[in-house]
């Protein structure tokens, strides 16, 4: 009652919507994938913050190099020489392919992007910025712009005449991506092709090209691009879909930049860096969320010809690159290879995908089941024949009986209809089993 009366009063409005608005939880411990409300209740935690607890809530290896760091050092600026920093920036650049070894530290995965967009405008030249629909790029004024739903923005109109919902040199992409109502494909599961998801690669990439065609300038910035979308709801690009698009923007003499912001660290599995299960190779990468377990920070690392123009600009960040979080970021970076973090996720994430895959054969409400390692998508819909989106208040209540039955899972989607699961990747396959009963007697109830 208490706390709720100081978010009325004394909290932004923004941190009101909270997410479980009928029965609030009140959170206040958290061990590996494990969370506890003050009434002592448990909850297997399958939404990580969002996407941001990688080796697992107050991981002990984790909590101790904190501890240690806490007792030596907690703040310098990057006006003095930090060893703390260097020797991070140093072991981050060895986890990325040549020629991305120059790293620049933030505070959050907005502030990185925000970053990327001044170095690609002054390492190029050109002003303006191509992102895809369904994206989700940060909250700072400038990040706003860049993301494309519009329940993430202001309706602000500039003297320019942007509204924050389309900044006139923000340009948006179709988003090539499997998605129950708006692709013209319906699913890449459904495109009918014997060998896989040819035909339905072809029109997202047909589609991609039109953009270009039609509403692109000739020369441009860069291009954002995440490589699984996720506030989008985990929405999975074709084959060949962004190194298509990498190479139409190198053509317009744009740079090319990875939003590593949820998929990096592993969470795709098969590889470190979501961009790898692209066969690309960016110009810049964008980090935050999983680089520090949770710690503030973030990331933007690039090749010595763009830092190089870069240079030309003042640039300054007091908390960037702190101590503390060099050395939380440090220890995360460790614990993923000492605890087999990404494999686990791998092995996890293919064994819930598959168990899911045979929900949605099984339930006419789950239109599809997308996504990679621990970063997945169950779209919700009223049934299979329209693939309207299920409601909010669908997707509330199914939603609100899961975290009743011990489950926290997330919600993404541009109509909010899908279901996002991307826990600390630290979980099991006893964990999923636990999920899997729960998710089926809350949408077993709905349907009821
Ligand atoms: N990029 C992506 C892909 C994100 O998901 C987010 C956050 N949801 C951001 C950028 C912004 O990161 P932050 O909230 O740390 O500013």
């Known amino acids: 009652e208490r706390i709720m009366e100081i978010r009325r009063k004394n909290c932004s409005p923004m941190t009101m919507k909270i997410t479980y608005y009928k029965k609030p939880v009140f959170l206040h411990q958290g061990y590996m994938q494990w969370l506890w409300d003050f009434d002592g209740n448990r909850y297997l935690d399958l939404f990580a913050g969002v ?4 080796v697992g809530h107050c991981h002990p290896k984790v909590a101790a190099a904190l501890q240690r760091q806490l007792k030596k050092l907690w703040h310098t600026t990057n006006i003095y020489v930090n060893p703390t920093l260097h020797e991070y920036s140093e072991k981050l650049a060895s986890h990325l392919p040549d020629p991305l070894k120059v790293v620049y530290l933030t505070n959050s995965g907005s502030e990185a992007n925000d970053l990327a967009m001044l170095m690609a405008r002054l390492h190029t030249g050109n002003f303006d910025l191509l992102t895809l629909r369904g994206s989700y790029h940060g909250g700072t004024q400038q990040t706003m712009g ?6 993430y923005k202001y309706p602000i109109a500039t003297s320019s005449g942007c509204t924050n919902t389309m900044c006139p040199d923000v340009f948006r992409g179709p988003w090539g991506g499997s998605h129950c109502r708006d692709s013209p494909v319906q699913t890449t599961r459904q495109c009918g092709c014997a060998q896989g998801h040819c035909m339905a690669n072809d029109q997202y990439i047909g589609q991609l090209k039109e953009t270009f065609a039609t509403s692109v300038p000739s020369r441009i910035a860069g291009f954002f691009g995440e490589p699984i979308q996720g506030m989008g709801g985990a929405v999975q690009y074709p ?33 470190f860096w979501g961009f ?59 614990t993923i290879k000492e605890d087999g973090t990404q494999q686990n996720s791998h092995n996890v994430g293919t064994y819930l995908m598959t168990e899911l895959a045979k929900l949605r054969d099984t339930y006419e409400i789950i239109g599809d089941v997308r996504g990679k390692g621990l970063q997945i998508g169950v779209e919700m819909v009223t049934n299979k024949a329209s693939r309207d989106p299920l409601s909010p208040e669908a997707m509330s209540e199914i939603f609100e009986d899961i975290k009743d039955m011990g489950v926290l899972i997330g919600k993404g989607g541009v109509y909010g209809q899908a279901f996002r699961i991307q826990p600390p990747m630290c979980i099991t396959k006893e964990d999923v089993n636990f999920f899997l009963a729960v998710f089926k007697k809350a949408i077993q109830r709905y349907m009821d």
């Open 276 to 334: 790898q299960g692209h066969d690309v190779l960016p110009d810049m990468v964008t980090m935050a969320k999983g680089i520090g377990d949770g710690f503030p920070m973030g990331a933007v690392v690039t090749t010595p010809e763009i830092a190089a123009s870069f240079a030309k600009a003042y640039h300054f960040n007091t908390f960037g690159g702190g101590p503390l979080a060099c050395a939380v970021a440090s220890s995360v970076l460790d």
């Open 146 to 151: 860049l993301t494309s739903n519009s329940s």
């Open 51 to 54: 996407a941001t607890v990688s």
């Open 239 to 271: 084959k060949n879909y962004l190194k298509e698009a990498y190479q139409l923007v190198r053509e317009r003499g744009g740079v090319c930049i990875a939003d590593e912001v949820q998929t990096g660290f592993g969470r795709t599995g098969s590889h």
